[in-house]
């Protein structure tokens, strides 16, 4: 009989699910603190929008952190998406940061609707362009799409729902 053998992945290729579970609950948790410091935790959600924008962000920020260790190569177009969106928002608070714009600094949505969901859009238009587009069900792939069409989404809002309306008024974007 020949020796059983266990096939163990090699350290670091893939994350340790607690600590993704733990980033996951933390970008969660941030969300609804900075929600609650603003005060736009209430019912009914006066600001709905605008709330799932911020957690759309909070998510995003742990989304580079969590792909970059998955150790994973030739990822999918949502991962793609969420990786793109995560980098954007580091990159906005690190210059805010460098600019010395700590107090004005809006952490989870440094860029405004319209400006991130017009280069998501970029970045699905040329990931399905160039065939990343595959049918890879993983959750990474399936948050990265649904935060994508999201930030999508939210900027046609802005131009759909503009201040005068009767339907911004219970959806405000911010």
Known sequence: MAPKRTQSAPSGS???PVVTTLLLLGALGWAIGLLVHKGMMAWPPVRL?????????????????????????GGSL?????????????????????SGDLRSIDWATPLGPRAMGLIILAVLVAGLRSGLAGRDWSWTNVTGWALGLFWVGLAFATWFL??????ASGLALR
């Open 162 to 167: 503009a201040p005068g309306s009767g339907l």
């Open 49 to 73: 929008l605008s709330c799932l924008a911020t957690i759309a962000g909070c998510l995003a920020l742990v989304g580079p952190i969590i792909l970059s260790r998955s150790g994973k190569g």
């Open 78 to 98: 949502g991962e793609l998406v969420w990786m793109t969106g995560g980098l954007l928002i580091w990159i906005f608070n690190l210059v805010g940061v460098a």
């Open 14 to 16: 893939t994350p340790h």
